[in-house]
């Protein structure tokens, strides 16, 4: 899910498949990871999230998996519908804690099509 | 819902001059963001705060200053805006998870 660059990954798949948007992150401290979602004029909206010590969380229609071992986490959209075209961003907290100070990831373009 | 009103919205302004974008809750939300966000690099903090006159820096905090003097409104200021500064702006304030962030709408500023 990193961009090169001023251009985005982008995912291309068609509606009713499902979607896997990968991020690497950077940190083997980050205990907390998040997925945003981010439509075209409008600010992230927060999807799901996951700490450190899981490997997998489920939301509704979508799944985040975190690998700890090589530092990756994707981000599964079942059933993907055109309401999902998004710029989709992962986010690590690096501080854990209450903070909330976050270090987002450069976002990939999802598109569906129909 | 929380909410988020930021503005102004839209800004155009020239170098030198100072822009102070303002960002007003409507719940008592404790902690409040401002990120830019700008083509490849993502969103970035630039200053949060976590109580009125309680604030700190963030990764890109070079040419901004911010202010919480009511929980409810916080501003980020730029003293003398160069077009470096030139970015979509979102304030955010933080809800129940250590990383779920409610975002505002944004504020676009462009320094010619």
């Known amino acids: 899910g990193e961009s090169v660059g001023l251009h985005l990954p982008t995912l291309s798949v068609q509606e009713g498949d499902n979607s896997i948007i990968n991020c690497a992150y950077s940190?083997?401290?980050?205990?907390?990871f998040i997925w945003y979602k981010q439509e075209s004029g409008k600010g992230p909206q927060f999807i799901i999230d996951i700490r450190s010590n899981m490997d997998k969380r489920q939301g509704q229609r979508v799944t985040v998996l975190l690998n700890k071992t090589v530092k990756h986490l994707s981000l599964q959209i079942a059933a993907t519908q055109p309401g999902d075209s998004a710029v989709y961003f992962c986010?690590?907290?690096?501080?854990?804690?209450?903070?909330?100070?976050?270090?987002f990831g450069k976002g990939t373009k999802l598109s569906v099509k129909p | 819902d929380a909410g988020i009103t930021q503005s102004p919205r839209h800004k155009v302004t020239e170098t030198g001059t100072p822009v102070t974008l303002r960002c007003h809750q409507t719940?008592?939300?404790?902690?409040m963001y401002w990120y830019r966000q700008d083509p490849g690099h993502g969103l970035r903090l630039i200053h949060y705060?976590?109580?009125?006159?309680?604030?700190d820096k963030g990764e890109v905090s070079d040419g901004y200053s911010v202010s919480r003097s009511k929980t409810e409104d916080f501003l980020l200021t730029l003293e003398s805006a160069t077009s470096s500064q030139t970015s979509v702006y979102f304030c955010a304030i933080k809800l129940a998870g250590p990383g779920e962030l409610f975002f505002g709408e944004g504020s676009r500023l462009t320094v010619l």
């Open positions: 986010a690590e907290n690096m501080h854990g804690g209450s903070q909330g100070n976050l270090i």
């Open positions: 940190n083997s401290a980050s205990d907390y």
């Open positions: 719940e008592n939300h404790r902690y």
């Open positions: 705060s976590y109580g009125v006159k309680d604030t």
